[in-house]
């Protein structure tokens, strides 16, 4: 949020308006997203309802433009897609049934985007990542996601995809298990600053 003061301001013009609206607006939210959350948690047994500690500040680095969260939105639904039908052509319907799209729910602030099963009924946390580029284009990961990664490696997968054609929600996927420290590389591009 920004607040512009012009130069005969001598208090703080609307601000504590401003903060008020802002935090109401963030408590009804996170209220609404609680309560969906929890029953979907009563239901499908999500493996970490209260997973909470690192969300606090982690913001998601992917750039917030139209055309990427479409494509992102693109790349989750077909891998959603892809774990259900192999879930079904193993047998596992059951499990198909419960297949979470977890991003949808929380937005960013479960470390994860879809949760899944393996045939044999062990929980997958999935992080996808979409380009239309080569299998060696970058794409972005926040904080949260990496520690996510790290704390239930046991669980977690990611899902690289590529050369993705969001118009046939086609393109090549790379699965990858357990931290993703250990088989990515990170390089800083984007830092929080403040005023010293």
Excluded at 49 to 72: F, M, N, V
Excluded at 135 to 159: G, H, M, Q
Excluded at 176 to 188: A, M, N, S, V
């Amino acid at each position: 949020m920004c607040c512009i003061y012009s130069s005969n301001d001598t208090k703080k013009p609307q601000i504590d308006f401003l903060i008020a609206t802002v935090n109401a607006y963030a408590a009804r939210k996170k209220s609404i997203r609680h309560r969906h959350h929890r029953s979907i948690s009563r239901e499908r047994g999500h493996p970490w309802p209260h997973y909470r500690q690192l969300q606090a500040g982690c913001l998601r680095s992917r750039e917030s433009s139209i055309g990427e969260t479409d494509l992102g939105d693109a790349g989750e639904l077909a891998v959603l897609k892809m774990e259900r039908q192999n879930l079904i052509d193993r047998g596992r319907a059951d499990l198909a049934d419960n297949i979470v799209h977890i991003s949808q729910i929380e937005e960013d602030g479960a470390g994860y985007d879809s949760k899944s099963y393996t045939h044999d009924g062990d929980v997958k946390c999935i992080e996808v990542e979409i380009t239309k580029g080569g299998l060696i284009s970058s794409c972005y990961v926040s904080k949260l996601e990496v520690a996510f990664s790290k704390k239930c490696f046991r669980n977690y997968y990611l899902y690289r995809s590529y050369d993705f054609a969001p118009e046939k929600s086609q393109g090549s996927f790379l699965v990858k298990k357990g931290k993703i420290t250990d088989y990515c590389e990170f390089q800083p591009v984007k830092y929080r600053v403040v005023l010293k």
